[in-house]
């Protein structure tokens, strides 16, 4: 099957991954999108996309994370959003940090999680929501691994200045293969730019040509 890739703004923003998560069951959107560009996120993911808010907002990418385990999300989370979510996924964790930004703060896929050193109190919590070995770590020195990162089943982008021994452990607790670069004209904070699973890519439309081979090459699970 090939590997799909789609290239967009949300209402001419670039920062899509603020708005969205995806995993290989699901892809969780805020409501700035249109029904066309749902279609083709779904098309290109080969999942259905599921419409909400967190914390009132859309900016789904900022406040959770997940993998097609379960999902962690801020302690902002209203009611309704909660039971929603239950119904997605199942198992919920609600992360009652001083830091909401979860999304932010945790790197994963279905195989392993790195998460920042600001959410330390919070491992066995998050272990056991997401199904999987959770280890602390870094990227490019930034505690923001959520969004200086972004992963699937397959590969991992990284922020350009992460060190080899951070992308030694990123790759050794995902399980997948790693590499650095950026989106969006140099951004280096690659979770804003893109929106990924094992079957596609959506891509800020500002992402360059040697940006979206880099993706290709991270994320094809036929490179």
């Known amino acids: 099957m090939a590997f799909n890739f789609f290239r967009t703004t949300f209402n001419g923003d670039p920062n899509i991954g603020l708005f969205s998560r995806a995993t290989n069951k699901l892809c969780l959107m805020g409501s700035n999108v249109s029904g066309k560009a749902r279609e083709r996120m779904e098309e290109t993911l080969g999942v259905k996309v599921h419409m909400c808010t967190l914390a009132g907002t859309d900016l789904i990418g900022i406040f959770c994370s997940c993998n097609s385990n379960g999902i962690v999300v801020t302690k902002l989370i209203e009611k ?129 040509g040697p940006e979206l081979g880099r993706a290709d090459e991270v994320f094809n699970p036929e490179r």
């Open 80 to 208: 309704h959003e909660l039971a929603i979510l239950k119904n997605l996924f199942g198992k919920v964790a609600v992360i009652d940090s001083k830091e909401t930004a979860i999304g932010n703060l945790v790197l994963c896929n279905d195989n392993g999680c790195v998460i920042s050193p600001k959410l330390k109190k919070f491992k066995d919590q998050i272990e056991e929501c997401l199904g999987c070995k959770t280890e602390i770590g870094t990227l490019a020195g930034f505690d923001l691994v959520g969004s200086t990162g972004i992963a699937s089943n397959v590969g991992c982008l990284c922020h350009r200045g992460a060190s080899e021994e951070e992308l030694k452990k990123v790759e050794e607790m995902l399980k997948v293969r790693t590499d650095i670069g950026t989106v969006a004209y140099g951004t280096p904070y690659i979770k804003a730019g893109v929106i990924v699973n094992d079957k596609g890519i959506i891509i800020s439309q500002s992402s360059t």
